[in-house]
Nanobody, 126 residues
Framework: QLQLVESGGGLVQPGGSLRLSCAAS????????????IGWFRQAPGKEREGVSC????????DYADSVKGRFTISRDNAKNTVYLQMNSLKPEDTAVYYC???????????????WGQGTQVAVSS
């Protein structure tokens, strides 16, 4: 069973930066990280989980929510079985628990991703 573990969250001032990591392990026999689309989602208190970014399994396609476009960058290192989310120019409204998830294709829908990490807290405040 595929396991995903997020790290890199924390408290940062507005305008600051953080890089989140998503480490994958426990692949099904014959699969590696390059066989999965990886999405980043976030959930703020009292809000539904929303898609932030996603990278296709091939790495040829990336998607970003309008709210983070130009500020966040998704990347992957298949050799390290790790996906990253570089977050720059952070705003208070970026405060949320951030999750990475694996699926067959990129999607904005939570149900389309079969494996999820436990989440990492990002707080943007002065």
């Amino acid at each position: 069973q595929l396991q995903l573990v997020e790290s890199g969250g924390g408290l940062v001032q507005p305008g600051g930066s953080l890089r989140l990591s998503c480490a994958a392990s426990g692949f099904t026999l014959g699969f590696t990280l390059d066989g999965y689309a990886i999405g980043w989602f976030r959930q703020a208190p009292g809000k539904e989980r929303e898609g932030v970014s996603c990278m296709s399994s091939s790495g040829d396609s990336t998607d970003y929510a309008d709210s983070v476009k130009g500020r966040f960058t998704i990347s992957r290192d298949n050799a390290k079985n790790t996906v990253y989310l570089q977050m720059n120019s952070l705003k208070p409204e970026d405060t949320a628990v951030y999750y990475c998830a694996a699926g067959h294709i990129c999607s904005d829908y939570v149900a389309d991703f079969s494996s999820w990490g436990q989440g990492t807290q990002v707080a943007v405040s002065s």
